[in-house]
């Protein structure tokens, strides 16, 4: 579990795949202007490692900082399976099986 800027180390990564982890989950603050930048590290880290890597980021202004969501999942190989769409509250539901992602998303509109 990498808690906000945990997964920009990557001795985090690798010491979770040093201990067998089945999968990579990241709670973070990101903001739209750093999202993109943050999305492929968490995509590297996920191919790099071959885990799949989960992040739940946060939907809106905390402390003065406004996140932008897209709560997401990546496969093994780095490929975006899924990702909440902006900020508006979605819960992303993904299963892990044997290093394999599926997923499904519910909107909460």
Not at 43 to 53: E, L
Request: proline share 3%; net charge negative; aromatic share 6%.
């Amino acid at each position: 579990m990498a808690i906000c800027a945990d997964f920009a180390n990557p001795a985090h990564a690798e010491a979770a795949a040093a201990q067998q982890a089945d999968v990579y989950i990241a709670s973070a603050l990101i903001s739209e202007t750093g999202y993109e930048v943050d999305a492929e590290l968490l995509a590297g880290i996920a191919k790099r490692h071959q885990f799949p890597v989960l992040l739940s980021n946060h939907i809106s202004l905390t402390g003065g900082w406004q996140t932008c969501g897209k709560s997401g999942g990546w496969k093994a190989s780095g490929e975006l399976v899924i990702s909440a769409e902006g900020s508006d509250p979605t819960i992303v539901l993904c299963h892990v099986r044997q290093g394999a992602l599926t997923q499904k998303k519910i909107d909460s509109r």
